[in-house]
């Protein structure tokens, strides 16, 4: 999100950052790491669970709470980390342009949903590798660099091999914490790992 929006001139200091799915353990995680990590002006948070995201938003000590679409015009970047309900449709005439919509979701559909002049979508979840790896997997879920590119689960777990760190790490309700994210990033750049750029 960081290289992403710098390259689409969003400064995250005057942005306002809507994450869809706020009280998941992936929304929660990048929620907790926007407000610890950057400086990003604004936080809308966005669940359906009203009462876990009160708890979020008192941990935090900020960020709106706000119904998806009221907060999706306010937003320069919008973490989607939720399945899309039945029904609901993105209309991309009330996105701001600049807009970054990073899709971390599964399976990826934010792309072919919405394209439209100065949208900007980015397939979250997936890094990308400096080797080519020999493996088949990639082509059967439609990477666009196959032989590079893998979920960034994938990669965690090639990466906790490869410091010896035999533990869950992520695994289970609300153990992604910030320390975590900053230590896999970590190695992640250690072993060859970026993430992917609009």
Not at 94 to 118: E, F
Request: charged residues 25%.
């Amino acid at each position: 999100m960081e290289e992403a929006s710098k390259q689409l001139g969003i400064d995250l200091s005057k942005a306002t950052v809507a994450i869809c799915g706020a009280t998941g353990d992936i929304g929660s995680a990048v929620t907790r790491w926007l407000d610890a990590k950057t400086d990003v002006q604004e936080l809308l948070l966005i669940a359906r669970d009203q009462e876990r995201l009160k708890e979020l938003q008192g941990e935090l000590g900020r960020g709106k709470i706000m119904g998806l679409t009221e907060a999706l015009p306010l937003a320069d970047v919008v973490v989607w980390v939720a399945s899309m309900p039945r029904g609901v449709e993105i209309d991309p005439t009330t996105l701001k342009q600049p807009c970054l919509l990073i899709d971390g979701g599964y399976p990826k559909n934010l792309a072919t949903k919405i394209q439209y002049p100065g949208v900007h979508v980015l397939n979250g979840g997936i890094v990308e590798h400096s080797l080519d790896i020999d493996w088949k997997i990639m082509k059967i879920v439609n990477m666009d660099v196959p032989a590079r590119q893998l979920f960034a689960c994938f990669a965690e777990s090639m990466l906790l091999e490869f410091e010896k760190l035999y533990t869950n790490f992520s695994w289970g309700r609300n153990q992604i914490t910030v320390d975590k994210m900053e230590q896999i990033g970590r190695v992640s750049v250690k072993h060859g790992f970026r993430p992917l750029l609009v």
